[in-house]
Nanobody, 122 residues
Framework: QVQLVESGGGSVQTGGSLRLSCAAS????????MSWFRQAPGKEREGVAV???????SYADSVKGRFTISRDNTKNTLYLQMNSLRPEDTAMYYC????????????????WGQGTQVTVSS
């Protein structure tokens, strides 16, 4: 059974940091492209960062220079280090896995986690 379990969300003030984790199981993690998406209330889900099986990463313009995506294939875990957080980063954050799709474009992915809430107060 495939599982993606996010953790690390919470409430921080503007300028603070959080590190999200996504623990994967039930499939060959190292082969898959891994992504972080987020969805704020009343807004569409948007891609935040993506990393392919070779470790190449891409970021949404809104988070470039502040967020860093990484993966540990020995632990089947995906990370998102978020620094200099802003109120507009407030959202539910989801990790996703896909064997082929390695973009920030919103859409279907093979697997999704349940999400972890990030709230940034001013």
């Amino acid at each position: 059974q495939v599982q993606l379990v996010e953790s690390g969300g919470g409430s921080v003030q503007t300028g603070g940091s959080l590190r999200l984790s996504c623990a994967a199981s039930g499939y060959t993690y190292s082969y898959y492209c891994m992504s972080w998406f987020r969805q704020a209330p009343g807004k569409e889900r948007e891609g935040v960062a993506v990393i392919d099986s070779d470790g190449r990463a891409s970021y949404a313009d809104s988070v470039k220079g502040r967020f860093t995506i990484s993966r540990d294939n020995t632990k089947n875990t995906l990370y998102l280090q978020m620094n200099s957080l802003r109120p507009e980063d407030t959202a539910m954050y989801y990790c996703a896995a896909d064997f082929r799709m390695c973009t920030l474009v919103n859409g279907t992915r093979d697997y999704w986690g349940q999400g972890t809430q990030v709230t940034v107060s001013s």
